[in-house]
């Protein structure tokens, strides 16, 4: 089976550049998207295709992607970006797989 | 105003069974494949299976797969989990989900989840 690896907790203060990476053979492959998850909602998509931000997400989120990692950078991060975050990918065998999610604390 | 709203949680004992829903309204359910994801309390989230727009082609994550049977019904707007044999390490809020990243185009939408506790 696949699997993502992203370390479990990143912590910035206001104002510096928050990196999240994930790793998996898989992103060799596949495109990776990132969610944003706050306690007590559901996931919100605010990184697709490794590098592309949907609309409505702020710019100081961006993604890339080298080999078989990519990583979600937010620069200048905020308060209200403290959340945790999950990667994503499609697999060869039609599954998803999701990363061990990255705990993002802002203070 | 794009909406899905999941049904059928509940507390179920190990090995019954319990079928969950996922009414959506504000789009056409037809055109997109559709997936559920579950998140264990206090874990992360876990990826359960997909089914293809027509209903056609299914697949699921190993951790449930012979247990589980996805399915829907676009006549009525419905997607649905079938969960048989049910287990102690199946409880989680359970989600259905758009996923929809088709080129430029994302179409990516959530429910607030319906919970499903496993418990003697």
């Known amino acids: 089976s696949y699997e993502l690896t992203q370390p479990s907790s990143v912590s910035v203060s206001p104002g510096q550049t928050a990196r999240i990476t994930c790793s998996g053979d898989?992103?060799?492959?596949?495109?990776a998207r990132w969610f944003q998850q706050k306690p007590g909602q559901a996931p919100v998509l605010v990184m697709y295709?490794?590098?592309e931000r949907p609309s409505g997400i702020p710019e100081r989120f961006s993604g890339s992607s080298s080999g078989t990692t990519v990583t979600l950078t937010i620069s200048g991060a905020q308060v209200e970006d403290e959340a945790d975050y999950y990667c994503?990918?499609?697999?060869?065998?039609?599954?998803?797989?999701f990363g061990g999610g990255t705990k993002l604390t802002v203070l | 105003q794009v909406l899905l709203a999941e049904s059928g949680g509940g507390v179920v004992q190990p090995g019954r069974s319990l079928r969950l829903s996922c009414a959506a309204s504000?789009?056409?359910?037809?055109?997109?494949?559709m997936h559920w994801v579950r998140q264990a309390p206090g874990k992360g989230l876990e990826w359960v299976a997909v089914?293809?727009?027509?209903?056609?082609?299914?697949y699921y994550a190993d951790s449930v797969k012979g247990r589980f049977t996805i399915s829907r019904d676009n006549a009525q707007n419905t997607l649905y989990l079938q969960m048989n044999s049910l287990r102690a390490e199946d409880t989680a809020l359970y989600y259905c989900?758009?996923?929809?990243?088709?080129?430029?185009?994302?179409?990516?939408?959530w429910g607030q989840g319906t919970l499903v506790t496993v418990s003697s």
């Open positions: 989900a758009t996923l929809a990243v088709v080129g430029a185009t994302v179409f990516d939408y």
């Open positions: 504000g789009f056409t359910l037809s055109r997109y494949a």
């Open positions: 089914i293809s727009y027509n209903g056609s082609k299914e």
């Open positions: 898989v992103l060799a492959k596949k495109y």
């Open positions: 295709k490794d590098s």
């Open positions: 994503y990918s499609g697999t060869d065998n039609n599954q998803g797989v």
